[in-house]
């Protein structure tokens, strides 16, 4: 069975989740009364599913390199400079490790319950549709469903 985490931070009950769907998917959710779920390795973001410490790694990384004359001089002339790249490996093999073992199905927030032009134009195509949906009505349903 899956794990519903929800966190502190959660929307307003009165926010509204959108998903945008070609109209294949949509079909096929609606025929199938199912959510179709991607692993996060086939997802555009190739860093889909990146942890907090390894974007805080990358960053401080990136820091020191710009915060030393030094390396960030060798940088500039061409050299690559890693820092911990020993860390940065492993980071990379437990983000492919994650990636494909996990899955997802994403939905856009909106607080005002508006739509979005932008997620529209990210997510869509001329035979697409959209889905709004109250927050707290997807939450009750997922966890009574339970799948």
């Not at 907090?52 to 020191?64: D, K, V």
């Not at 492993?90 to 994403?106: D, G, I, M, P, V």
């Not at 909106?110 to 195509?125: C, I, R, T, V």
Request: charged share 25%.
């Amino acid at each position: 069975m899956p794990e519903f985490i929800f966190t502190e931070d959660e929307p307003s009950d009165n926010s509204s989740l959108w998903k945008f769907l070609n109209k294949d998917k949509f079909l096929s959710m609606i025929l199938n009364q199912k959510l179709h779920l991607t692993r996060l390795d086939v997802f555009d973001d190739n860093n889909e599913g990146i942890s907090a410490n390894q974007i805080l790694f990358e960053r401080y990384s990136e820091y020191l390199i710009d915060s030393i004359p030094e390396l960030n001089e060798a940088r500039e002339n061409g050299f690559s400079i890693e820092i911990g790249s020993s860390k940065i490996d492993s980071f990379a093999q437990e983000l492919e490790l994650f990636q494909k073992s996990n899955f997802a199905n994403c939905w856009f927030i909106s607080e005002d319950g508006q739509e979005s032009a932008a997620m529209w134009n990210l997510f869509s195509s001329p035979n697409s549709a959209a889905l709004k949906i109250k927050y707290k009505e997807f939450k009750k349903n997922l966890v009574e469903s339970g799948l």
